[in-house]
């Protein structure tokens, strides 16, 4: 219980520290523009092709989806085809989502890591380095201490995507001439919810290479690597698996148990990692 | 005797270099226990491991009787040596927020911090940030941080280092405050400070315990005498050497300054063997400017490092 209470009290003096350092903001910033820029070209392309788009949608609907995508959709589309690494499965599902969402939420699969990379490299050794941590573990577990580094990135990150896909979501409505509200919504908290597993793995990453690795700048270089490794694995046909960029496109699926099962596997991935911060974190000198 | 801190064959090494080298010792609850040793001899390691910081490397400790991996972290204070402030947070954000860890209610964390913050003369400067902080004032704060709350025991690693006079005074008064209620165990360079406080100490020097004991037994208080003398008399030396209660005699070159060893019957009090002594030196015809018991803690420090 103390360490649960401890716990909530070092998230919440973390996340106003986030607050007043204008941290919190930055990454907002950040993340906001990405959405809002992405969503205006999207908004944009279904705007200008809204027509075609449809006609196409019928068509694919009635075809085979793959040859569809190389042969008469709109350019937009054929990506669908890339992104679904040729499932037609998923392409067919993914075909009568706004084209909007779905930009977003690839956008958010693809540079999500990248933000926490920027913001969270340090989440664990700024704390251990400039040696404040320890009045905190004067007082607290270690376990504490990284639990509530966790939950107040955890929380920072939730905020900033809750607000970025309102604000995508509103644009979307207001600019485009169809848009239908209640699927779209719920559409939206589907994809806002998967990035909640999808980004605590990647926050437990950081969370292992800062405990590894001191020095903030050192850590941000090894965090950019590590996602650069993790991205070349995922292409390996035989261990591709043993990184976690290979489970994305799971989260993608039609079916709620494929979904779920891929979202578990960045559950899964992310305790590994939390588990070698912890473990690294309890075994060191201070 | 209850045993506040107790450790046994603690051992820390660095590169396979003993920094602290089998160290036992008790610390007495409710006492003032100086510990001491010169630089690089173990102190601010000792503490870090006793503040749960850094692992030993062999041995064992206890503080209020559990063991280094579960300590009483509700029930004892510190000042580390080299901990620094969030650099980006007020002095009462960052106090109220460790009075709150430490499971004080939001309320009485709001009080705890008023006080700590007035007791070291930090109150107008509470919304200072960490990095704007000066040495001295990054001190006072830690060593406010320290007394929130009421810890039993309380680690307290150069406390008055680098504080003017008045903050260093206002500290040890701070200090001397929870003799009897909690259990500080303090390091100091500042011998004649320890001197003032402790009523327990220990030294160490290379990581090795070399003395502990209570600061009468330290600094020979029943055993020493140091007589200064207005005008010197005639055979000092011979005549206190024939008292069956002096042990030994040892007189400065310029013969106006006496150091004798008392060795009192048991069960009698020493000051009958100083009185004894000082009457043979007035019979002498020396004249007495003044008595100190016991050897300074510096001139026994000297000795054992």
Known sequence: MRVLQNTWKIARFDILTAIRTRRALVALLIYLAGALATGGVLVWLETEFGDKIQMARSAIDAADAMSAFKSDAPKAYEALGQ??????EIARHLLHMPLVLLGFFWTTLTFLPLLITLVSHDIVNSEVNHRSARYVLLRTSRLSLLAGKMVSHGLLFLAVTVAANVALFVYAWIRLPVFDLLPAAAQLLRFWLLTIPFGFCYIALAALVSSLVDGAGLSLAVMVGVLIGLGILSGQETIGYLSPSAWKLGLWSPGLLAVAGHAAMFVLFGAAFLAGAYARLRGRDL | MDVAIRTEGLTKRYAGRAVVDD???????????????????????????????????????????????????????????????????????????????????????????????????????????????????????????????????????????????????????????????????????????????????????????????????????????????????????????????????????NGLSLRLTLRPRPGEP???????????????????????????????????T
């Open chain 2, 270 to 304: 020493v000051e009958d063997a100083i009185s004894e002594a000082l009457g043979a030196l007035l019979g002498c015809g020396a004249t007495v400017g003044s008595v100190v018991r016991g050897r300074s803690l510096e001139e026994r420090f000297l000795e054992l």
């Open chain 1, 83 to 88: 992104l679904t690494g040729g499932d037609e």
């Open chain 2, 23 to 253: 160290l036992s010792f008790t610390v007495p609850a409710g006492s003032i226990f100086g510990f001491l040793g010169p630089n690089g001899a173990g102190k601010t390691t000792t503490f870090a491991m006793l503040c749960g910081f850094v692992r030993p490397s062999a041995g064992c400790a206890t503080v209020l009787g559990r063991p280094l991996s579960d300590l009483p972290r509700d029930r004892m204070a510190a000042l580390p040596q080299d901990a620094r402030f969030h650099p980006e947070r007020t002095l009462q954000d960052s106090l109220q927020f460790l009075a709150e860890l430490q499971g004080l209610s939001p309320e009485r964390a709001v009080a705890e911090t008023e006080r700590v913050l007035a007791a070291v003369d930090l109150l107008e400067a509470r919304g200072v940030r960490g990095r704007a902080l000066s040495h001295g004032m990054a001190k006072r704060f830690g060593v406010a941080q320290a007394f929130l709350g009421a810890p039993e025991v309380v680690l307290l690693d150069e406390p008055t280092e680098g504080l003017d006079p008045r903050n260093a005074h206002t500290v040890r008064q701070m200090i001397r405050a929870m003799s009897g209620r909690s259990t500080v165990l303090v390091s100091s360079h500042n011998l004649a400070e320890v001197e003032d406080l402790c009523d327990h100490a220990a030294i160490i020097d290379h990581g090795k315990l070399v003395a502990q004991s209570s600061l009468a037994d330290l600094t020979g208080q029943d055993q020493q005498v140091l007589v200064r003398l207005g005008r010197a008399g005639n055979d000092m030396a011979g005549v206190l050497r024939a008292l069956p209660r002096v042990g030994s005699v040892e007189i400065a070159a």
